[in-house]
């Protein structure tokens, strides 16, 4: 890790540990802190209203601050939407990742007299992103969404500029759809976006989009929702315009059978053809804990709550339940966390 990424790892740490000091008896009379994920801050705030065996305090600074915080120990459990890379997991120092909960991420624009459910593809995006599609009004758009009047207004990417699980299952997804964008610039919690503007957490790219005529990003879909956006409806491999609604995401997470790897980092991007009812751009949350904690009987009840009862609170946020082979492996996994 180079010396910029190292200063800006440990700003967020000395960040968290701020913010946690800053309510020392909440602390205190605490049993659990975590941080990370701004993605599934709706869904963790939920639980931490609704499960009565210890109190859990959770704070949304972004995937990549919950990776810093839980390598640092300066929290109980961390939370990200991207899965960790190996240096991560060897910095961390026995640490295991466990999937949580499951959503979509959506793409909002604010484009001048255009309505709800703009057809994009995953190239078209990939090109917009790489600075080929400069224009609303370009052929390409043009082409999949006739009869909508598109004006010739100047398209402005938005990206997050903090180290993001969103821009990890963005980028993810470009990354399968799109040979240039995976060559040039891969997926990633903070790639090199070429071109664009940038803005800092969930909150900061919604905000930057309500500003921006022509603007054009990606956020959950809560965001979304709640900042009454208008949503692109994108094409699935099967072929079919899907919005992130609950039936869609369902399908994306229904089509998750087999689990291909042994460190619970499984991919919802760009699902099976053969579910063509699922939105195409889906992601897992993950909660980060140490295998070995003085903190593990609370832990593990708590996440095993999350898991179980906990998924209830869910589709009002739009998450939808594990898919039941993903929830067997997260309790397995629960299992091996120890004092």
Same mark, same amino acid.
């Given at each position: 890790?180079? +010396?910029?990424?190292?200063?800006?790892?440990?700003?967020?740490v000395?960040?968290?540990?701020?913010?946690?000091?800053?309510?020392?008896?909440?602390?205190? /009379?605490? &049993?659990?802190?975590?941080?990370?994920s #701004?993605?599934?801050?709706?869904?963790? &705030?939920?639980?931490? /209203? !609704?499960?009565?065996?210890s109190?859990?305090?959770?704070?949304?600074?972004? *995937?990549?601050?919950?990776?810093?915080?839980?390598?640092?120990?300066?929290?109980?459990?961390?939370?990200s939407?991207?899965?960790?890379? %190996?240096?991560?997991? $060897?910095?961390?120092?026995?640490?295991v990742? =466990?999937?949580?909960?499951?959503?979509? #991420?959506?793409?909002?624009?604010?484009? *001048?007299?255009?309505?709800?459910? @703009?057809?994009?593809?995953?190239?078209?995006?990939?090109n =917009?992103?790489?600075?080929k599609?400069?224009?609303? !009004?370009?052929?390409? =758009?043009?082409?999949?969404?006739?009869?909508?009047? @598109?004006?010739?207004?100047d398209?402005?990417?938005?990206? +997050?500029?903090?180290? /993001?699980?969103?821009?990890?299952?963005?980028?993810?997804?470009?990354?399968?759809?799109?040979?240039?964008?995976?060559?040039?610039?891969?997926?990633?919690?903070?790639?090199?976006? %070429? #071109?664009?503007?940038?803005?800092?957490?969930? /909150?900061?790219?919604?905000?930057?989009?309500? $500003? #921006?005529?022509?603007? =054009?990003?990606?956020?959950?879909?809560?965001?979304?929702?709640?900042?009454?956006?208008?949503?692109?409806?994108?094409? !699935?491999?099967?072929?079919?315009?899907?919005?992130?609604?609950?039936?869609?995401?369902?399908?994306?997470?229904?089509?998750?059978?087999?689990?291909?790897?042994?460190?619970?980092?499984?991919?919802?991007?760009?699902?099976?053809? +053969?579910? %063509?009812?699922?939105?195409?751009?889906?992601?897992?949350?993950?909660?980060i804990?140490?295998?070995?904690?003085?903190?593990?009987?609370? @832990?593990?009840?708590?996440?095993?709550?999350?898991?179980?009862?906990?998924?209830?609170?869910?589709?009002?946020? @739009?998450?939808?339940?594990?898919p039941?082979?993903?929830?067997?492996?997260s309790?397995?996994?629960?299992? +091996?966390?120890?004092?």
């Open positions: 890790m180079n +010396r910029k990424r190292t200063s800006a790892a440990v700003l967020v000395l960040a968290v540990a701020a913010s946690f000091a800053g309510v020392s008896t909440a602390r205190q /009379s605490a &049993s659990l802190t975590g941080a990370g #701004t993605f599934v801050v709706p869904l963790v &705030s939920q639980w931490t /209203s !609704n499960y009565h065996a109190q859990v305090n959770y704070s949304g600074i972004g *995937s990549g601050g919950g990776i810093a915080a839980i390598t640092a120990r300066t929290v109980d459990f961390g939370a939407d991207a899965p960790m890379t %190996p240096d991560q997991f $060897s910095a961390c120092k026995g640490c990742q =466990i999937p949580w909960a499951f959503s979509a #991420t959506s793409i909002p624009y604010n484009v *001048s007299g255009v309505s709800y459910g @703009l057809k994009l593809t995953g190239p078209i995006l990939a =917009i992103y790489l600075g599609i400069k224009k609303w !009004n370009d052929s390409r =758009i043009k082409a999949i969404n006739p009869g909508v009047n @598109l004006p010739g207004e398209i402005t990417p938005i990206y +997050r500029s903090d180290g /993001s699980g969103t821009s990890y299952n963005f980028t993810d997804y470009l990354s399968h759809v799109s040979k240039e964008w995976k060559n040039k610039i891969g997926k990633g919690t903070q790639p090199s976006f %070429p #071109t664009g503007v940038g803005a800092r957490g969930s /909150s900061g790219v919604a905000a930057k989009l309500s $500003s #921006t005529p022509g603007g =054009i990003t990606y956020v959950d879909v809560a965001y979304s929702l709640k900042n009454k956006f208008k949503i692109a409806k994108l094409k !699935n491999r099967a072929g079919k315009y899907q919005l992130p609604g609950l039936k869609q995401i369902q399908a994306a997470a229904n089509s998750i059978i087999k689990l291909r790897n042994s460190q619970n980092a499984f991919t919802a991007v760009d699902p099976n053809p +053969r579910a %063509p009812k699922a939105y195409p751009i889906c992601t897992f949350t993950w909660a804990v140490p295998l070995k904690t003085s903190k593990a009987p609370e @832990l593990k009840k708590f996440i095993d709550w999350a898991l179980t009862k906990g998924q209830s609170f869910g589709p009002k946020l @739009l998450f939808v339940p594990l039941d082979a993903v929830k067997k492996q309790r397995k996994t629960l299992t +091996r966390i120890h004092t």
